[in-house]
């Protein structure tokens, strides 16, 4: 069916007769009946070739001098390759949590020595959990006075030597440590 010659966003989009509905597929032109307000939403729609893509429409409402909807103008943007990175990248930060977690090393990120990640190997070795890793400036805290100076200089020239020295735990007990570092 068409209105004023033009078939329906769902016939264009999805190849349906049927407008789209549900939780997870609702009708922008709906939403905005129910709202009054724009919408953006995610949809999966069918390219000419018939493949699936995901697209993001923006659907907005354009008023009348009352305020009343007069019309719907929706634009849709293929976002497929940008959701695809997104879960290829998802999925190697999971293999790389699982591989960090089986590992007996400590292993933790940081920026200018400000832990931003952690396996739970450095979090047993120096006693904290995990999250109160996250944040802290590992240099200061968790290494001996004598060796902070050569730390901050090694890892400013990015040098992935490995050098030795003391680290210090939650409960103040002191052990020897390797540390590598890698940008």
């Known amino acids: 069916s068409t209105v004023n010659g033009c078939r329906h966003c769902h016939q264009l989009s999805h190849g349906s007769d049927i407008p789209c509905s549900g939780d997870d597929h609702p009708c922008p032109m709906a939403e905005i009946l129910r709202t009054g307000k724009t919408v953006t ?3 999966v729609h069918v390219d000419a070739e018939g493949n699936d893509m995901i697209v993001e429409i923006v659907a907005a409402p354009i008023v009348d001098e009352a305020g009343n909807i007069d019309q719907i103008v929706e634009s849709c943007r293929d ?3 940008r959701r695809r990175s997104e879960n290829r990248l998802e999925e190697s930060e999971q ?6 977690e089986v590992t007996m090393e400590g292993i933790c ?4 020595s400000v832990i931003i990640d952690a396996n739970d190997a ?3 070795m120096f006693g ?3 999250i109160e890793l996250i944040g802290m400036d590992a240099v200061q805290h968790l290494i001996e006075a004598e060796y902070k100076s050569d730390i901050r200089r090694i890892v400013r020239s990015n040098s992935d030597e ?12 002191r052990f020897p440590a390797e540390i590598e570092g890698r940008s």
Do not use: C, P, W
């Open 41 to 43: 939403m995610e949809h």
């Open 79 to 81: 976002i497929t390759l």
């Open 95 to 100: 293999r790389y949590r699982m591989l960090s």
């Open 109 to 112: 990120f940081n920026e200018d």
């Open 122 to 124: 450095f979090a047993d």
């Open 128 to 130: 904290y959990q995990r």
């Open 162 to 173: 490995i050098y030795e020295v003391i680290g210090i735990r939650k409960d103040g007990t």
